[in-house]
C-alpha cells in the first residue's frame, strides 16, 4: 500500500506526458514540412518518388508511422503508371535510431498493395532496383548510386508484410490478363543484403472464370533486386489446381480437360565465380521442376478410377539475361510408359525450342486409357497389349518432328463380341530425311469354324471352304507424310466376310457409324485419308464394297438384300454406287451422290444428287416393308440411319427438314391399288421440308400422264398437282364400271389442291378443276338417242366421234358442268356429278346439231342415271320439266 502510494503520482505524470506526447506528435505530423519529410525518408527506403494522403505516428506500444493511400511511383524508364499502391502503410519505427536522432523504419506493413511489375525492351524489369543492396558497389558511378537510393544504414528495411495484395504484370506498354490476388506474406532481411520471402498468392486471369486455381505457396532467400535476386534460392509450391483453370490461365480459353494439377519447383542461382564449384555464368539459375497431373478427362464424361495421369520431371539450367534454358534431365511418366531425354530453349530473337526423346516406352493399355478418358462410349471391357519403343526429337516454334524412330512387336486388342483377341502386327516407322512412314501394319482377326448343321445356309458353306483357316477380317494401315511438301496420307485395305464384326468394333470403341440399322455381309475396302499441310483438313479417298449383304434398319419391316453396292469418296464428297439391292418389292440401281463439302461453320444440310432405278414398285408391298399406316414414328426410327446419331431425338419433321435432295427416279411398273404405271420417270427435289416435282411422266392405260407436283409440309401439308393426259384409253382404266359401258380416247389437263394429314382429310379438301378432249367414244348398256326420243330406255350402244368435257372436283365428289358428245347430226349433252363413292347423278339430252348451247334446253326428253354406278337407276323425264320459269 506505501508502495503504491509512493509512484502513483509519477506514474500518472508519466501516462499524462505521454498522451501529450502522442497529441503533439500526431499534430506535428500533420504539418506540411513534417509531411515533406516524411514522405521523403519514404523515398529514400524506397528509391521511387512517393504520394501519400496523411501521416499518423502512434508511440505505444512501439513507436509506428501509419500512411494512407501510398502510392510509389514508377521509374520512367518503365512508363509512367505508378509501381506501387497500397490503401495503407504502416512502418515500424527503429527505437535505437530514434534515440540516436535518426528516423529509420523497421519493418513495412502494406494494406490491400497493388503491384506492377513491368519489363522493358531490354528484358529488365522495374523491381531491380527497388530494395537497397547490402553493400555499395564502388565501382558505381555517383549517378547510378543516385538511382538505387542511399547507401546509408537509415536506407535499410527490416521487413516487408503484405496483407490482400495483387500483383500485374506489363510487357512494356501491354499489359497482360494474368495476376496474381490475395497475395500475402513477408519479405525479411535475414542479414545485411540478403531477404528472406514467405509468400502466398492466387492465379487469377482476367475474362476467364476461375473456380479452383489453387494457391502458390514461395519461400525462399535472395539478394537484393539490384543485383538480380543473387544468390538466391527459391521454392515454389502449387496444388489442388483444377486443370481446366490452368488451361484457362494460361489461354484463356476453355479446352473441355478436367483433372487435378500440383507443380513443385525449386530454383537457385549458380555462382559466377569460376573458382566456385559450379563453374557457372553470371545469370544463370539451377531450376527443378515436378508437375503432375491426375483424373484427367473430358469434361461431359464421368471422373473413374482409371482415368490417366501423368508427371513430368525437369532438371537443367536457366540464364535470365540471355534468355537460354536447358533441361538435362526430363522425363515424362504415366501409369505404365515412360519418356526420357532433355531440352533446351532459348527466348531471347527468334524463339529455338528441341526437345530430345532419347528412350520412349508406351504401352498400349496406357493410350486406350487416353482414349477413353475423352471419347465416350467405350467399353469397359475393352483392352489393348501391345508396347512401343522409340526415340524422337522436335524442333522449332512451333515444335516440328525431325528425327524419330519406333517399333514394335506386335500386341492383341479385346473386343467383347468378338470370339478372339484381334491380332496387331509388328509396327516399324520413322523419319527418314523429310519424309515420316509407318509401314504397313497387318490387323487381323478370326472367327470359329463352325460345323455343318441343318440349318447352315449355302452359302455358309462356300464361306468356310473360303476361309479355311478361320480368318474373319483383315485390315492394313500404313502412313506416310512429307514434311517439306505437306502431303499426307493414311492408306486403309481392309476385307471381311463379317461387316458386322467391324461394326461392333467400332461401337465398342465409341464410334459407331450404324445409327439404327445394321450390316452383315462381305466387305471390301481400299481407303486413303489424304491431307495438305494438316490431318485437320484431309479428305478420304477410295472405295467401300459390299456383297451378299443385308441391311435391317429401324422403320422398315423387312431387310433389305444388296447383291452389290459400292461407297465411293473422292476428295471427301461421298457417292454410293448402287448394283441391286432388293428392296420394297423391287430391285433397285443407281447412285446417290454428294453435291458439296460440308461447310464446318455452317448448320445448312447437305445436298444430295441422285439417280434411282426400280424395275418394280407395289404400293402394297410398300405397305408391307413400312406398313401399318398408322404406325406412328417410322419415319422418325428410318431417317436416325441415314442422317446419325444427332437425329435419334429430333421430331420426324426436323428429320425430313434436314434431306435435301434432288435428282431422278425412275420405275419400270408402279403399281397402287388397282393404279398401274408403266415407265415412270420423276425428276425434282426436296429441300427444307419443300417437295417439289419439276417433270414427272409415266405410260397409263395406253396413253402417256405427265404430272408437276408441288407439297410443302410445314406448318400444314399443302399439295399442289398439275397434270396432263394424253391418248388415255377408257377401256384401260382401272375401274370397271367404266371399261364395261365406255371405251375411246381422252386427252385433257388437270389441277388438283389438297392440304391436311390423313387419307380422309386430304380426300376431303381436295379440290380442282380439268378439261377434256374425246374420241371414238362409245357406251354399251343403253340406245342414248333412241331412249331420250321415245321418252323409255332403250338396250343397245351409243357412239360419239368426238366429244369435251369441263369438270371440276370438291366436296368428294366430280361435278360435270357440261360434256359434249358430237355424233353426226346430234348432240349429246351430259351434266350432273359422281361422287369419290361412285353414286351418280346425271342428266342426258340430246338435240340436233343447230343446238349449240346446252344451258337453254328444248322440248323432248331427258335421260337421268343415279344411284351407285354399277346398280344405277334409270329414268326418262321431259325436258320441258327442267326448263327455267319465264
Known amino acids: 500500500m506505501n508502495r503504491l502510494r509512493k509512484w502513483w503520482r509519477p506514474a500518472l505524470t508519466l501516462l499524462i506526458l505521454l498522451i501529450l506526447l502522442q497529441v503533439a506528435v500526431s499534430l506535428i505530423v500533420r504539418t506540411h514540412p513534417i509531411h515533406v519529410y516524411l514522405v521523403q525518408r519514404l523515398e529514400r527506403s524506397f528509391g521511387r518518388p512517393v504520394e501519400v494522403s496523411s501521416f499518423s505516428v502512434l508511440l505505444l506500444p512501439s513507436p509506428r508511422l501509419d500512411a494512407s493511400r501510398v502510392t510509389i511511383g514508377e521509374d520512367p524508364a518503365f512508363g509512367a503508371e505508378y509501381f506501387l499502391r497500397a490503401e495503407s502503410l504502416t512502418a515500424r519505427l ?9 528516423f529509420e523504419f523497421g519493418t513495412l506493413h502494406l494494406s490491400r498493395p497493388s503491384l506492377i511489375l513491368v519489363r522493358n525492351l531490354e ?24 538511382a538505387t537510393g542511399s547507401t546509408s544504414p537509415s536506407n535499410r528495411l527490416q521487413a516487408i508484410d503484405i496483407d490482400d495484395g495483387r500483383i500485374n504484370f506489363k510487357i512494356v506498354d501491354e499489359k497482360l490478363a494474368f495476376a496474381f490476388i490475395a497475395v500475402s506474406g513477408s519479405v525479411e532481411q535475414i542479414s545485411a543484403g540478403r531477404w528472406q520471402l514467405r509468400l502466398q498468392a492466387q492465379p487469377w486471369r482476367s475474362g476467364a472464370p476461375l473456380q479452383s486455381s489453387g494457391t502458390v505457396f514461395v519461400r525462399g532467400d535472395v539478394a537484393g533486386t539490384s543485383l538480380r535476386l543473387q544468390p538466391a534460392e527459391i521454392r515454389l509450391h502449387w496444388d489442388q489446381v483444377s486443370l481446366a483453370d490452368l488451361l484457362r490461365l494460361i489461354s484463356g480459353h476453355d479446352y473441355g480437360v478436367r483433372g487435378v494439377f500440383a507443380l513443385d519447383a525449386t530454383a537457385r542461382s549458380v555462382s559466377s565465380d569460376p573458382d566456385s564449384a559450379s563453374g557457372g555464368h553470371a545469370g544463370d539459375w539451377e531450376y527443378a521442376v515436378q508437375a ?37 534431365h526430363l522425363v515424362v511418366e504415366t501409369s505404365h510408359s515412360n519418356l526420357r531425354g532433355g531440352a533446351r530453349a532459348s527466348t531471347s530473337g527468334r524463339a529455338v525450342w528441341e526437345v530430345r526423346i532419347d528412350s520412349a516406352g508406351i504401352q498400349a493399355a496406357d493410350a486406350l486409357a487416353w482414349y477413353r478418358a475423352f471419347q465416350p462410349g467405350v467399353d469397359d471391357a475393352a483392352s489393348a497389349r501391345q508396347y512401343f ?50 509401314e504397313p501394319v497387318r490387323i487381323v482377326w478370326r472367327a470359329p469354324i463352325p ?158 444428287n441422285f439417280q434411282l432405278h426400280a424395275d418394280h414398285l407395289d404400293a402394297t408391298e410398300l405397305d408391307r416393308w413400312i406398313g401399318p399406316r398408322a404406325r406412328p414414328g417410322w ?110 380416247v381422252v386427252s385433257g389437263a388437270l389441277h388438283l389442291t389438297t392440304h391436311g394429314v390423313g387419307r380422309d382429310e386430304l380426300l376431303q379438301n381436295l379440290a380442282g378443276r380439268g378439261d377434256c378432249r374425246m374420241r371414238s367414244v362409245e357406251f354399251r348398256g343403253w340406245d342414248i338417242s333412241a331412249s331420250v ?68 334446253p328444248q322440248a323432248g326428253h331427258i335421260l337421268r342415271i343415279s344411284g351407285p354406278l354399277d346398280l344405277p337407276r334409270i329414268s326418262v323425264e321431259d325436258s320441258i320439266a327442267h326448263q327455267p320459269a319465264d
Not at 700 to 708: F, L, P, S
Not at 841 to 856: A, N, V, Y
Open 123 to 146: 528484358g529488365r524489369w522495374n523491381l531491380e532496383g527497388w530494395l537497397p543492396p547490402a553493400n555499395a558497389d564502388l565501382s558505381r558511378s555517383p549517378g547510378d548510386a543516385v
Open 635 to 744: 419415319l422418325q426410327r428410318l431417317l436416325p440411319g441415314i442422317l446419325g446419331n444427332q437425329a435419334q431425338s429430333s421430331p420426324a419433321s426436323e428429320l425430313v427438314r434436314r434431306v435435301n435432295a434432288e435428282g431422278e427416279l425412275r420405275i419400270d411398273q408402279f403399281t397402287m391399288e388397282k393404279l398401274t404405271l408403266q415407265q415412270l420417270r420423276a425428276v425434282g427435289s426436296l429441300h427444307d421440308l419443300h417437295l417439289d416435282v419439276r417433270d414427272a411422266q409415266a405410260q397409263w392405260a395406253g396413253g402417256t400422264a405427265r404430272a408437276r407436283i408441288n407439297a410443302k409440309f410445314l406448318p400444314r401439308p399443302v399439295y399442289d398437282v398439275s397434270a396432263d393426259l394424253d391418248r388415255i384409253n377408257l377401256a384401260q382404266l382401272p375401274a370397271p364400271q367404266i371399261t364395261q359401258r365406255f371405251s375411246g
Open 451 to 608: 460345323g455343318p448343321s441343318a440349318d447352315s445356309a449355302p452359302g455358309d458353306e462356300a464361306s468356310r471352304r473360303k476361309s479355311p483357316t478361320g480368318v474373319s477380317g483383315l485390315v492394313v494401315l500404313a502412313l506416310g507424310h512429307d514434311f517439306d511438301s505437306g502431303l499426307g496420307a493414311v492408306s486403309v485395305d481392309a476385307h471381311s466376310e463379317r461387316v458386322q464384326d467391324i461394326l461392333k468394333s467400332l461401337s465398342v470403341f465409341g464410334r459407331p457409324r450404324n445409327f439404327g440399322w445394321d450390316l452383315s455381309g462381305v466387305v471390301a475396302a481400299s481407303l486413303r485419308w489424304d491431307w495438305h499441310s494438316s490431318p485437320r483438313h484431309a479428305h478420304w479417298n477410295g472405295r467401300v464394297e459390299v456383297s451378299h449383304a443385308e441391311v435391317r434398319a429401324a422403320g422398315l419391316n423387312r431387310p433389305l438384300l444388296v447383291n452389290k453396292a459400292r461407297l465411293e469418296w473422292k476428295d471427301g464428297l461421298r457417292a454410293a454406287q448402287i448394283g441391286e439391292i432388293d428392296g420394297f418389292g423391287g430391285v433397285w440401281s443407281g447412285q446417290i451422290a454428294q453435291a458439296e463439302l460440308p461447310d464446318p461453320d455452317s448448320d445448312t444440310p447437305l445436298t444430295w
Open 789 to 856: 326420243a321415245d321418252g323409255e330406255p332403250h338396250i343397245g350402244e351409243s357412239s360419239w366421234p368426238v366429244g369435251h368435257a369441263a369438270f371440276a372436283l370438291r366436296d368428294r365428289k366430280i361435278l360435270l358442268s357440261g360434256m359434249r358428245l358430237e355424233g353426226g347430226r346430234e348432240v349429246t349433252i351430259v351434266k350432273g356429278s359422281v361422287s369419290f363413292g361412285q353414286d351418280a347423278d346425271l342428266m342426258i339430252e340430246t338435240d340436233g346439231p343447230s343446238r349449240r348451247e346446252p344451258s337453254l
Open 292 to 328: 503432375g497431373a491426375a483424373h484427367i478427362h473430358r469434361w461431359d464424361l464421368t471422373e473413374r478410377s482409371d482415368n490417366p495421369r501423368v508427371n513430368l520431371n525437369l532438371q537443367g539450367h536457366w540464364n535470365v539475361g540471355t534468355g537460354a534454358a536447358t533441361a538435362e
Open 389 to 438: 519403343t522409340g526415340a524422337f526429337t522436335l524442333r522449332g516454334w512451333p515444335l516440328v518432328l525431325k528425327d524419330a524412330a519406333f517399333s514394335s512387336n506386335g500386341g492383341e486388342v479385346n473386343v467383347p463380341g468378338l470370339t478372339s483377341p484381334v491380332q496387331v502386327g509388328p509396327v516399324r516407322g520413322g523419319r527418314e530425311r523429310s519424309e515420316l512412314t509407318v
Open 94 to 102: 527503429r527505437l535505437r535510431g530514434l534515440l540516436r536522432g535518426h
